[in-house]
């Protein structure tokens, strides 16, 4: 009896599949980070969903107040400043102007996130699919040094993770009836947040720190 429990439980744990997320650096050119050690900061409200805007606004707050510690501030958080909500990526040296004029930083931290695409769940059953699917997302995070009217960091990740075709499928010893496999993906807000997270080790590495 315990032979063929632990038998069964073989077979379930061998339909058991998990899919490996892939996080790609997009600008390799960035090969220096910032100086931590220096001046006023100012991070923007981030660009992104609302579902997952709370868990991707307290990973980058906390990296960057450990890096920064009194000398950041949090636009939400920051009365008198003259600046619109949402700045644009990649902005030009008339913007970049106007953001020191409005707000009196040294630095200006702004991210941006999107969901490419969302083809799967993170646990899906069934028992054969042909089908090739995706989830990805990307994050950008540049930031600006107000005084030089200059883009110091820009970095972007692209996060994936894919179902693809040709999945195994078992019997139960005694029956026809077949078992599902079960999958596990990573979900879109998932790959954002690890995409933030290899922006954030990417520009701890390059950068000098308090």
Do not use: H
């Not at 069964?8 to 050690?37: E, H």
């Not at 200006?108 to 899906?124: A, D, L, Y």
């Not at 040709?166 to 496999?181: A, C, E, G, R």
């Amino acid at each position: 009896m315990k032979l063929k429990t632990y038998f069964l439980f073989f077979i379930f744990l061998t339909t058991l599949s998990c899919s490996t997320p892939r996080y790609i650096l997009t600008n390799q050119g960035q090969s220096i980070g910032v100086d931590f050690t220096r001046g006023k900061w100012l991070l923007n409200e981030l660009d992104c969903q609302i579902d997952c805007k709370e868990k991707l606004t307290l990973e980058t707050f906390e990296f960057f107040k450990k890096n920064l510690n009194d000398s950041l501030f949090y636009m939400k958080n920051t009365k008198g400043l003259l600046v619109p909500k949402k700045i644009p990526l990649n902005p030009n040296q008339t913007k970049l102007k106007e953001l020191k004029e409005g707000t009196g930083f040294d630095y200006f931290i702004n991210i941006s996130t999107k969901r490419n695409k969302n083809e799967m769940n993170s646990i899906e059953l069934y028992q054969t699919d042909n089908e090739v699917a995706i989830n990805q997302s990307e994050v950008t995070l540049e930031i600006y040094d107000l005084n030089s009217k200059l883009i110091i960091y820009s970095q972007r990740v692209v996060g994936s993770t894919s179902k693809e075709k040709n999945i195994s499928v078992w019997q139960t010893p005694k029956s026809d009836k077949l078992i599902d496999n079960i999958n596990f993906y990573k979900s879109t807000n998932g790959l954002m947040l690890g995409s933030l997270k290899k922006i954030l080790k990417d520009l701890k590495k390059k950068s000098i720190k308090n």
